[in-house]
T-cell receptor, first 112, second 115 residues
Framework: AAGVIQSPRHLIKEKRETATLKCYPI?????VYWYQQGPGQDPQFLIS???????DKGSIPDRFSAQQFSDYHSELNMSSLELGDSALYYC???????????FGPGTRLTVT | AQTVTQSQPEMSVQEAETVTLSCTYD???????LFWYKQPPSRQMILVIR??????QNATENRFSVNFQKAAKSFSLKISDSQLGDAAMYFC????????????FGTGTRLQVFP
């Protein structure tokens, strides 16, 4: 069965640089969620989209922005990167925003 | 605001034995979902089991079962016949029944399985 695809899987950036993370949800899933998991922490919700509209927002820094495109894939844009942004970024998708969320393998971002 | 608490940072179990991981939560909502996710060293988040709050019957998935006590706001995970592959971080998570609502995770319990 098709799963959530995230790219890239690993990303190394320097401070103050910009990063773009991509998420391709499971086919026919119209809801996408982004989570950030710092070292030794639980995943924290960043932002979600339903039918290409932002549906909820968590503790996402103003330096981050995201959108969902017409094919339902989503991109998380992160600017002016800081050392503290180093984390595992998960994308999850669900059908119609209900039920369980299926997670992608995550993108590990390292900021040096 | 809803919160999820996992009071056991680490647990260990011998292969083939049974272990129970604890989770409590706080909410004022009456309709919600509860989940257990497994995060092995690969860091993939794998859904283990799901419970709808309106269902009195405890969910089971093969060797995994839950003890859902709605009044006590408790949601423990029982793993029977533990296997080496069960070793992982386990996260308890809450989600409102509202559409598109986010998951709220507990801090996780690291499970070690000894041969």
């Amino acid at each position: 069965a098709a799963g959530v695809i995230q790219s890239p899987r690993h990303l190394i950036k320097e401070k103050r640089e910009t990063a773009t993370l991509k998420c391709y949800p499971i086919p026919r899933h119209d809801t996408v969620y982004w989570y950030q998991q710092g070292p030794g922490q639980d995943p924290q919700f960043l932002i979600s989209f339903y039918e290409k509209m932002q549906s909820d927002k968590g503790s996402i820094p103003d330096r981050f922005s995201a959108q969902q495109f017409s094919d339902y894939h989503s991109e998380l844009n992160m600017s002016s990167l800081e050392l503290g942004d180093s984390a595992l970024y998960y994308c999850a998708s669900s059908p119609g925003g209900v039920g369980e969320q299926y997670f992608g393998p995550g993108t590990r971002l390292t900021v040096t | 605001a809803q919160t999820v608490t996992q009071s056991q940072p680490e647990m260990s179990v011998q292969e083939a034995e049974t272990v129970t991981l604890s989770c409590t939560y706080d909410t004022s909502e009456s309709d919600y979902y509860l989940f257990w996710y497994k995060q092995p060293p690969s860091r993939q988040m794998i859904l283990v089991i799901r419970q709808e709050a309106y269902k009195q019957q405890n969910a089971t998935e093969n060797r995994f079962s839950v003890n859902f006590q709605k009044a006590a706001k408790s949601f423990s995970l029982k793993i029977s016949d533990s296997q080496l592959g069960d070793a992982a971080m386990y996260f308890c998570a809450y989600r409102s029944a509202r559409n598109t609502d986010k998951l709220i995770f507990g801090t996780g319990t690291r499970l070690q399985v000894f041969p």
